[in-house]
Every structure is written in C-alpha cells, then in structure tokens.
C-alpha cells in the first residue's frame, strides 16, 4: 500500500509518564517511524532521559514537579501535569511549526486528555491512545456514557455489553466495583472519556481477531482502532530493524544473570514470576508464592524488587539454591519470555505483561490484584484458554496449595497441552496482525493516508509496510 506526501508526516507522541504507559506509546512511534513519518515523544523530565530510540526524537517537557510521582499525591500531580504540560506542548508545536517541521497530529495517552484540547487549539489532528484492553475501556466508556452506574454490578454489565463473556462480581474491575477504593485513579480513568467526541481518531493496544466482538458492539460509542499489540518487531514481524527492546527502562537494567541461568535449564522447565512495576503483594501472599515456589519441583526465576525483598519468609532464600531458582531485582522480560527454559509465566495481569505473554505463546498463572487485572485474567483464562487463574480465599489470597495447583496444570496438567495449544495459537494471531496486510498493519496505513489526506500533504507517493 502506499500514500502520497509533500514532506514526512510529523507526530508528536504523549505518554503519561510511566513505565507501562511510556512503552506502547514509544512503541507505537517507531511503528509509524518505519512507514515514513516523523515521530516525537514528548514526556516529562523525570523520564526523557531514560527513553532511548535511534529514529524517534525525545523532547522534555514540564509536569510542574520534574520528579518523581509520589504516592497519594495523584490528583496535584496530575493538576500540575495539565497546566505545565499544556504549555510546554504548546510551545513545542509552535517549536516545529517555525522551524518548517510543523506537526501534524499528537497521538496522547487517553490519560492526558489535555493533550487533545492544545492539538485543537494549534489546528492540528488529536488521536486518543488507550493502553488497556479493548474490553476494559468498553467497560468504562459504558460507565462514563451513563449507561453502566457504580458501584458497578456484574449482571448491569451483562446487559449493557451483551457481546462480553459472564462476568462475575470477582471479574469486575476494583475501581468500578468499589469505587470509593481509589477515587484518584478512578477520576483518572474516567476522564480519558471527557471530551473523546472531539478526537480524530482513537486507538487501542489490542488486535482485531482477539476483541473483535467487543469493539464492534461499541464502535458508536468507543470508535477505536486496534492497532496493537505494541512489542517490538523482533518478537512479532520483525520489520523494523533492530527492534528488540521498547527503548525505555525507568530501571538500571540487569546483568545477563538471568540469560545465563536460564542457559542451563531444560526447555519449557521454568516458571518465570513477575508481578510488574507496581503492584505490591501483601507480606502474606508473598510467603505463599515463596513457599510455593519451594516445594515445587520446577526451576523458578522470580523477579522482586529491591523494596519487596523484606516481604519474602525469613529463610526463604536459605531454601533453595541457584539451581533450583534466582531472585532478581529485574530483568529484561520480553527476552525471558522468548527463551525456550521458560514454560509459565505467573503474571498480576497487566495488560502490558498479558499482551507479550500472549504474543511469545507463553502458557500463564493469573494472580491479579485490582482494577484492570481482574477482566485480564478472566479472558486469560475462560476466553483465550492460554492460562489459569489463581482462586483467592475469603481472606483475598491465594493460598499455596492452590498456587501450586496452578502450577502444575499449567506444565504438566490434564489442560496442559490444550493450554500450550492455544497461547502457541494466539501467539500466531499476533504476528499476523502486525505483519503487512494485517489487520493492525491495515490500520494504521488507513490512519496514515487519512491524516495525510487531511492535512494537505499529498504531492509524491510514499510506500507503506
């Protein structure tokens, strides 16, 4: 396919500025480097230093702290965000603009819908890009649209949004169920809709063969493209050259510990453990993961940050030896994932994280712990069919009979093959949709053709794909 332009197309990018939201985002920017376009990501201070891509360029901007967020502190921070970010971005555009590169679109995380409010105001595309699956964001366009009430029960959900599986009450998003658990975060999530109608495009970190259902039963309301997922080319397509890694880590990187361990480790023999870069388990279902851990009789690589390490069983570590299992501060999860030691991956069920386990075909436990991560683990499980979740008890935690449980019918249980049957299935759907003339790849070249159309550019003809 191809489409006509005068110069490239220049899109600034807005990630909100955290880990799980900078990736995709910087991702979905060297997806559109690699058709032509010229792509920018704006982002604060505090994280522009740690973003690194060779074709996309990096321009700080202010959120009024240049400094960490700090817990509690979600509501002013995103406040100052706004007024700063706003400024900044305005200047950028005028930046460009003078300097004969004018942009064309800002693609902002639905987080920022500020973002959308400057586009407009300097006469440019606005394009909403929303980082969690396209079942979640349904969910909570129904809930912002008045068609859904808090707190949100699971048979109003049946009917609101008859094209989703049965959900159950345990299902259900922690914010939309209990809304008054997080009102900061629930503000936030809910205000990705607040002036949605006036964006040119939307898009979604998803693909079309894994929600399709959903979002054609909303599309009058969430017309989103899926444009995902949002991994690096190695691990899907492979079209863009030297893609193997996001190009972002708020983290010093780890050693190659890990590769090499896990060099010596049979294939499909180890459960990789990793509950991402925010969720914090409770001291008690800390223990009954690490006891678990060491009674099984798989190798196990289980990443626990520096400030969870006080929360492991005291002895745990004198139980085991590197042999058996390592404990690592971090590690580079997309290269753990695509090694062939690894047979599980135990998972809080981050979208992130759910979207390159499905896209390395491997098998998954769910163990989530609130909002999103709960609808993520039911589609782990009862839609997909790549993985189990983990049952809590009346306590709200998952025991270590029962984690071990998981264990087993994952590698070696009656599901087992059915279970790697599938994620190898998934993993296949994956790559297709990204790769040229799939239906991701189709979708951003419409998107490209229609903003090149729309912004007057169109003279010499351009190769897509």
């Not at 480097?33 to 604060?44: H, L, P, Q, R, Y």
């Not at 599309?219 to 492979?238: M, R, T």
């Amino acid at each position: 396919m191809s489409y006509e332009t005068r110069v490239p197309l220049h899109v600034v990018v807005l990630p909100y500025p955290s880990q799980g939201h900078i990736n995709p985002l910087l991702q979905f920017a060297k997806r559109l480097v690699s058709k032509g376009v010229k792509a920018t990501i704006a982002t604060t201070y505090s994280t522009a230093s740690s973003v690194h891509s060779t074709n996309v360029a990096v321009e700080p901007i202010s959120d009024g702290f240049d400094g960490s967020i700090l817990a509690g502190k979600e509501d002013s921070f995103l406040s100052s965000f706004k007024e700063n970010g706003s400024r900044d971005l305005s200047q950028l555009l005028e930046k460009y603009r003078n300097s004969g590169n004018p942009v064309s679109c800002i693609v902002y995380d639905a987080f920022l819908p500020w973002a959308l409010e400057v586009a407009k105001q300097h006469g440019i595309y606005g394009a909403a890009f929303f980082t969690n699956s396209a079942t979640v964001c349904a969910i909570f366009c129904c809930v912002c649209r008045g068609l859904l009430s808090l707190p949100l029960k699971a048979e109003d959900v049946r009917l609101a949004l008859p094209e989703l599986p049965e959900f159950r009450f345990c299902d259900l998003p922690s914010f939309l169920r209990r809304p008054e658990s997080y009102p900061a975060y629930l503000n936030m999530k809910m205000a990705q809709f607040s002036n949605l109608e006036k964006a040119d495009w939307v898009f979604c970190n998803s693909f079309q063969e894994l929600e399709s259902e959903v979002t054609e039963g909303i599309s009058d309301k969430w017309p989103a493209k899926l444009i995902g997922p949002v991994v690096p080319s190695f691990y899907l397509d492979a079209r863009i050259k030297e893609d193997k890694g996001y190009g972002a880590s708020l983290w010093k990187p780890l050693d190659d510990k890990c590769s090499s361990w896990l060099e010596t480790k049979p294939p499909k023999s180890v459960i990789y453990i990793s509950f991402g870069s925010m969720v914090s388990l409770s001291p008690k279902q800390t223990a009954e993961i690490a006891w678990a851990l060491g009674e099984s009789h798989y190798y196990f690589l289980w990443v626990v940050r520096d400030s969870q390490l006080t929360l492991l069983p005291e002895k745990f570590t004198d139980s085991f030896n590197d042999e058996k299992g390592i404990i690592v501060p971090w590690c580079n999860q997309l290269e753990l994932l695509a090694h062939p030691a690894v047979g599980c991956f135990v998972t809080h069920c981050g979208w992130n994280s759910t979207l390159e386990g499905l896209s390395l075909g491997v098998p998954m436990v769910g163990v989530p712990q609130w909002t999103d991560q709960l609808p993520d683990a039911k589609f782990i499980e009862e839609v997909w069919g790549v993985g189990v979740r983990a049952k809590e008890d009346d306590d709200g935690v998952v025991r270590k009979a029962e984690f071990l449980s998981c264990l087993e019918e994952v590698m070696a249980g009656r599901r087992s093959e059915e279970i790697k049957k599938n994620a190898a299935k998934w993993r296949d759907s994956a790559k297709e949709a990204v790769s040229e003339g799939g239906s991701s790849d189709t979708k951003i070249n419409d998107f490209l053709e229609q903003l090149s159309i729309a912004s007057g550019t169109i003279t010499a003809r351009v190769s897509l794909g």
